[in-house]
């Protein structure tokens, strides 16, 4: 069931997402070649409790991280270790979800690793793009099909592809709530959005095949079938009559670069 939220509750959402994006900034600050993913979750699960906030995927059905840090060919779920380094020129998608005040916020970016390659930058820049085009449709009286179809259609004509086996989500009370929202879709289709939904938007997509793989060893990391590059970007937004009202925020990474 689609749960609306009322004014007072988005904006307590959006204090949730706010820290989120607090939060990922504060990890980003220590990207660098040399460092452990396991370290930046440390830095990050800190930096949370630090500011009053929980962080969810920590224990979520077994899951033993505050952070989804997922390095390259890993699309989502990577889970932070003590003996994987980041190299110069890895790309690293930074996951975090978190309760404030009894209310989530959830959002994603994916970091350069010092200098990288032209292609990788390519792929970065196109998912971004592609989560504020889906961004866009996120208005009373679209549907979730728009959402993903506009993804889609940006990704594939820059030449990439979107996963089909995971996807953005309802958000607010709960980590995920309904509807799910695809990265891909037809126009006119699935669920009507309506103002007072907050879902996550979150584009994630692949160099090459859309195909993926789970690991059989830890049965949470999502990677490439292929071995290609992946890039994954994530907003919490309310639906509104006149459009999104984007709750979580890249500009705290952003404006520290």
Partial sequence: MIQLKTKEEIELIRDAAQLVGKALAEVGRHICPGVTTAFLDHIGEQFIRDNGGIPLCKGFEGFPSAFCISVNDVIVHGIPSDTLYLKEGDNVSVDCVIELNGYVGDSAY????????????????????????????????????????????????????????????????????????????????????????????????????????????????????????????????????????????????????
């Fill in 110 to 257: 994916t970091f350069p690793v010092g200098e990288v390659s032209p292609e990788m930058q390519r792929l970065m820049r196109v998912t971004r793009e592609a989560l504020y085009i889906g961004l866009d449709k996120c208005k009373a009286g679209n549907r979730v099909g728009d959402i993903g179809h506009a993804v889609q259609q940006h990704c594939e004509k820059n030449g990439y592809n979107v996963v089909r086996e995971l996807c953005g989500h309802g958000v607010g009370f709960q980590m995920h709530e309904s509807p799910n929202v695809p990265n891909y879709g037809i126009v006119g289709t699935g669920p009507l959005l309506k103002d007072g939904m907050v879902i996550a938007v979150e584009p994630m997509v692949c160099q090459g095949s859309k195909n993926v793989k789970f690991s059989k060893e830890d049965g949470w990391t999502c990677r490439t079938k292929d071995g290609k590059m992946a890039a994954h970007f994530e907003h919490t937004v309310a639906i509104g009559k006149n459009g999104p009202d984007i709750l979580s925020t890249f500009d705290y990474i952003e404006n520290n670069k």
